[in-house]
């Protein structure tokens, strides 16, 4: 399989720990995403990485938010002290280029309780 | 402020029938728009796409039109099957924006019965 691999597929933690989900974009795309779905809403941007630079980030990324791209491969977000208003689906992407479609995992459901 | 917009949360259409998704946007800086699709437990996927510099683009029983001047884009099916019943979201980008980031409407589920 040579799409978009997300890690874990399903996260429920208590309120206040930390979590981190990993994102194995499709290997000759250089352009990683990451978007956050909540119920009844469309995905939200939250991060853009070119390769290993983070180059975007949304204002909805708060400071309890840090995404990496240690080596322009896989992407790793993670969530300090988390809050019930964190539940959400993460959905990770990645594209060739700023002109290409592109191709998402199946995302991260985390539940926070 | 939500700068793409489908009003219509859900629809639902007899197999064989047109379904027509509608989507709206009001930021005039957008100028390529597209729709995914999403199943349940997956991630959205491409389904059609289209230039500013045009007013339709057909892709088998799929079809997009857009009104730049009533900020408005529509996703035509036809004919309808059960297999297009999915969450279909509309996205719109500015094409010289160099990070490529997509703005998603809401979306609208399509329900379509046998």
């Known amino acids: 399989d040579t799409g978009v691999s997300q890690d874990p597929r399903h996260k429920i933690t208590k309120r206040g720990q930390n979590v981190t989900f990993r994102c194995d974009p499709i290997?000759?795309?250089?352009?990683l995403y990451w978007y956050r779905q909540t119920l009844g809403q469309g995905p939200e941007f939250l991060t853009y990485?070119?390769?290993?630079?983070?180059?975007?980030k949304s204002r909805l990324l708060s400071d309890r938010f840090s995404a990496e791209r240690p080596k322009g491969s896989f992407s790793t977000l993670e969530i300090q002290r988390t809050e019930q208003g964190d539940s959400a689906m993460y959905l990770c992407?990645?594209?060739?280029?700023?002109?290409?479609?592109?191709?998402f995992g199946s995302g991260t459901r985390l539940t926070v309780v | 402020d939500q700068q793409v917009k489908q009003n219509s949360p859900s629809l639902s259409v007899q197999e064989g029938r047109i379904s027509i998704l509608n989507c709206d946007y009001t930021?005039?800086?957008?100028?390529?728009f597209l729709w995914y699709k999403k199943y349940p437990a997956e991630g959205p996927t491409f389904l059609i796409s289209?230039?500013?510099?045009?007013d339709k683009n057909e892709d088998g029983r799929f079809t997009v039109f857009l009104n730049k001047s009533a900020k408005h884009l529509s996703l035509h099916i036809v004919p309808s099957q059960p297999g297009d019943s999915a969450v279909y979201f509309c996205?719109?980008?500015?094409?010289?924006?160099?990070?490529?980031?997509?703005?998603f409407g809401g979306g609208t589920r399509l329900m379509v019965k046998p």
């Open positions: 930021n005039s800086m957008f100028d390529y």
């Open positions: 992407a990645s594209s060739l280029t700023a002109n290409y479609g592109y191709t």
């Open positions: 996205a719109a980008k500015i094409s010289d924006n160099a990070g490529n980031m997509l703005t």
């Open positions: 990485f070119q390769n290993e630079a983070q180059l975007e």
């Open positions: 289209i230039s500013s510099i045009k």
């Open positions: 290997s000759e795309h250089n352009r």
